[in-house]
């Protein structure tokens, strides 16, 4: 039955937090954790040199492995890079893409998100692509045509028979990071409807039902069921509570509560 509806997903990005010791505890722990994760997704995305220490964690268990970022080149002359052939050696079966602090601190184009995206699908990585607004976006009244270029460019070109291995994260910048100021489930449930009619109008209605879009941006352990019980809100995508054993698993208790409620 599990299998037959659409399972919510939760990603947990540690951002550039933890040593090795603390990476390894911090999976150790999700793992002992949990009890019956069938009706969930999960997703752990350390920094680049814990991924085989997570991944060996990880080993024999539903969990998957996920990066933070690649550079769109198989191999070369690219000093303090990270290929996707490395990420699939070690063991990542994901990649995020395009997240905000790469697109506003180190200054990632649309383009060149596009490229690491066409090549990340093309070496057999999956994809979790991030759009999202800044508050001064939303105050003027840009969101939706904000997420709409973010979408189209950030996924120009994409093969159609690899539509099933990408996912699209919706994380306002304003709301990352930042718990004060986090978006409402109604909020996040209108920008997630813009980005599926959009992703519709790209790839066809079928895909668009088919596309899995998590909610990013300050989500802890009492506002998860909320979010994640809003109709086009396919799961979580979590940054600071993610670090913190017991939140993390609460959030992931929330999503399995979700998948199971939804109707077959
Ligand atoms: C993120 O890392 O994308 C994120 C959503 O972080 P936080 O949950 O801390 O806002």
Redesign the pocket.
């Known amino acids: 039955m599990i299998d037959e509806i659409k399972k919510k997903t939760i990603v947990g ?1 540690w ?1 550039m937090h933890t040593t090795a010791a603390a990476a390894r505890d911090l999976a150790e722990g999700i793992v002992d954790g949990l009890i019956d994760e069938e009706g969930v997704s999960i997703i752990l995305c350390p920094p680049y040199p814990y991924l085989a220490v997570v991944g060996e964690v990880l080993k024999e268990t539903r969990i998957a492995l996920g990066a933070q970022n690649m550079y769109p080149q198989m191999e070369g002359a690219f000093t303090g890079e990270v290929s996707p052939t490395m990420l699939l050696d070690v063991g990542c079966k994901y990649v995020i893409l395009g ?1 905000s602090e790469r697109r506003h601190k180190l200054g990632e184009s649309n383009e060149f998100i596009n490229d690491k995206v066409k090549v990340a699908l093309a070496a057999g990585l999956d994809v979790i692509l ?1 759009v999202g607004e800044t508050l001064e976006q939303r105050k003027a009244n840009q969101t939706e045509a904000l997420l709409d270029r973010q979408l189209s460019l950030g996924l120009a070109n994409v093969e159609p028979d690899t539509l099933s291995r990408i996912s699209i994260a919706y ?1 306002p910048v304003w ?4 718990p004060s100021h986090h978006a409402t489930p109604q909020q996040a449930e209108e920008a997630h409807a813009v980005l599926r009619a959009r992703f519709g109008r790209i790839f066809g209605k079928d895909a668009a039902k088919q596309i899995s879009i998590q909610y ?4 802890v352990p009492g506002d998860a069921a909320a979010l994640l019980s809003r109709p086009g809100i396919d799961g979580a ?5 993610s670090l913190v054993v017991n939140d993390f698993l609460e959030i992931v208790r929330s999503a399995i509560a979700e998948t199971e409620a939804q109707p077959a």
């Open positions: 990005n951002k997240h991030c994380e709301a990352i990071g930042n990013g941006g300050s989500v995508l979590i940054g600071g509570a």
